[in-house]
């Protein structure tokens, strides 16, 4: 595709439930990352892909947080038990190298809200 | 820990003006600081800076490294309305700085 395309673009849910966020990441990147931005802060970042291999999840606030990128291409972020400190824009990103100096290309965001 | 800290936090400034966004960071393995420009959705690239004392340029907007005193610059000039947005800064791609909201008034 043309960019990072995530979906859903917007998520409501309740405190409690479990929410999958998907990012596709620019056809041939190896690298793809996790952020969460909360209201005026800047990207903390949750985890790191390279290829298949989750190389860094030092970001993922909680063991309720797990991400998965099973063939090296689209990833899913899953959250369960949601709470509602939570609530915040989660971005995803690719580069097209390896490693975490490369320029990153971001998606547009989902923006969950826990009630 | 790293840390990437940006200044000012917010700034308003009139069409026509120079400004100058300030980022110090502390990261370990440092390899490269971006520059990111963020309106209402996604951050978008602006410039990646490896090397001390080279600076880059993008039309009205220039940024260098200091790769001694451990900071970089984004300048600005002869602003517009359209340069109105959070800009931010990142030692690596896991350490963003808070932002600068630059706010520019016609």
């Known amino acids: 595709g043309a960019g990072v395309s995530q979906s859903p673009r917007y998520k409501v849910a309740k405190r409690g439930q479990d929410v999958a966020l998907r990012c596709d990441p620019i056809?041939?990147?190896?690298?793809l990352f996790w952020y969460q931005q909360a209201l005026g802060q800047g990207p903390e970042f949750l985890t790191y892909f390279q290829n298949e291999a989750q190389l860094d999840k030092s970001g993922l606030p909680s063991d309720r947080f797990f991400a998965e990128r099973p063939e090296g291409s689209v990833s899913t972020l899953k959250i369960q038990r949601t709470q509602q400190e939570d609530s915040a824009v989660y971005l995803c990103?690719?580069?097209?190298?390896?490693?975490?100096?490369?320029?990153?290309?971001f998606g547009p965001g989902t923006r969950l809200t826990v009630l | 820990e790293d840390k990437v800290v940006q200044s000012p936090l917010s700034l308003v400034v009139h069409e026509g003006d120079t400004v100058t966004l300030n980022c110090s960071y502390e990261?370990?393995?440092?390899?490269?600081l971006l520059w990111y420009k963020q309106e209402k959705k996604a951050p978008t690239f602006l410039f990646m800076l490896t090397s001390s004392g080279i600076e880059k340029k993008s039309g009205r907007l220039s940024s260098i490294l200091d790769k001694k005193e451990l900071f970089s610059i984004l300048n600005i000039t002869a602003t517009q309305t359209g340069d109105s947005a959070i800009y931010l800064c990142a030692g690596t791609a896991m350490r963003f700085g808070a932002g600068t909201r630059l706010t520019v008034k016609p």
């Open positions: 990261v370990t393995n440092f390899r490269s």
């Open positions: 990103a690719s580069s097209l190298l390896a490693g975490v100096a490369d320029t990153q290309y």
């Open positions: 056809s041939g990147h190896v690298s």
